[in-house]
């Protein structure tokens, strides 16, 4: 379907091929809109001045989310609202904490996690989430499909590798074993606002050690990281405060912040070890380590 809102083309196709092609077929600068979020306000305060929008929202196979043994697959127009919903929740329970401090109810609602991975900004929190979870993605184009790991995928503050016609469809993510733990905890300067550092963390506690540890930072480099400073630190260590506390100061040497609308660098440098200890904490006692 095919209707003209001024001299700006929309298009909102109903299946991934007709999407692609829309993308493939456009002359000049398009741009994919799944829940808009991001895009309405880059439009509103012209940011971006596109001569197309391709609006994903009405297709229904980007739509759901599968678990399959150790893997779950988020289609690329699953909201926050939806995965909070979803009993993966329950069970990794970061995703839980993460969409419950993204933004706010309209946001969650409607803003999806391909399209924050598609922002790639460094200040977004369910992408050190992902991050952790090694998460891969599934780009579809006319030309044909390939898959990206995250890591690879976002290139900078804003910049990722997406090509000008592709589209994301899928988001893969590797589950922690099933006694594991995990949270998402975030620090901003006013409540609900964009992260001063948020921290993404998942421990196994195995005969009293930690293993399969995975540590991911939000708003403390160009891009969302993982902390394998932190990471190497940790595992196989002896369950205790002190490892704790030893690893989470190892984040220093990951991080290197910018001054951002949530707060200074100087702030975040100094945040960061105290935010990540806590977060192992949490995740820690969720995995039944005894601390
Ligand atoms: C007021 C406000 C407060 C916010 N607060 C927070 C916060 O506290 N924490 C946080 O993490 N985020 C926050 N956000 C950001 C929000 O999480 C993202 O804007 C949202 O997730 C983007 O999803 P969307 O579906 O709305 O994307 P859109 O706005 O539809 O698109 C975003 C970008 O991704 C591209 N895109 C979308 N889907 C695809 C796809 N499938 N394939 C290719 N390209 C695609 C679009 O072209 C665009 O460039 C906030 C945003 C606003 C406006």
Redesign the pocket.
């Known amino acids: 379907m095919t209707a003209a809102a001024g001299e700006r083309a929309y298009h909102r196709p109903e299946t991934v091929a007709e999407a692609c092609r829309n993308l493939a077929d456009a002359e000049g600068q398009t741009?994919?809109?799944?829940?808009?979020?991001?895009?309405?306000?880059?439009l509103r305060e012209g940011i971006?001045d596109p001569d197309a929008l391709v609006d994903?929202s009405a297709i229904p196979a980007?739509g759901g989310v599968s678990v399959d043994d150790g893997t779950a697959t988020f289609g690329?127009?699953t909201?926050?609202a939806d995965l909070a919903a979803h009993d993966l929740s329950e069970r990794v329970t970061m995703f839980e904490d993460?969409c419950a401090?993204?933004?706010?109810r309209q946001?969650r609602n409607?803003?999806?996690?391909?399209?924050?991975?598609?922002?790639?900004?460094a200040?977004?929190?369910?992408?050190s989430v992902l991050l952790c979870l090694d998460a891969t993605l599934a780009?579809e184009s006319a030309d044909g499909h390939r898959t990206q790991a995250l890591d690879d995928f976002l290139r900078g503050d804003g910049e990722t590798d997406?090509g000008r016609a592709?589209?994301?469809?899928g988001i893969d993510v590797t589950l922690p074993p099933s006694d594991a733990g995990s949270a998402y905890i975030?620090h901003?300067s006013v409540e609900?606002?964009?992260?001063t550092v948020?921290v993404a963390a998942t421990v196994t506690v195995d005969d009293g050690e930690f293993t399969d540890v995975s540590v991911g930072l939000?708003a403390v480099a160009d891009r969302p990281i993982r902390a394998p400073s932190v990471e190497d630190a940790l595992d196989g260590a002896a369950v205790s405060e002190d490892a704790l506390a030893t690893a989470a100061g190892a984040a220093s040497e990951d991080i290197d912040p910018s001054d951002d609308r949530g707060g200074s660098a100087r702030y975040k440098r100094a945040l960061t070890p105290t935010l990540v200890e806590r977060t192992l904490e949490t995740a820690t006692r969720r995995a039944g380590g005894a601390l």
């Open positions: 741009m994919v809109v799944a829940g808009g979020q991001t895009v309405m306000l880059m971006v994903v980007l690329a127009t909201t926050y993460a401090v993204v933004g706010d946001i409607a803003g999806t996690l391909a399209g924050a991975v598609c922002y790639g900004v200040a977004l929190d369910i992408l780009i997406l592709e589209l994301v469809t975030k901003s609900a606002g964009w992260p948020g939000t």
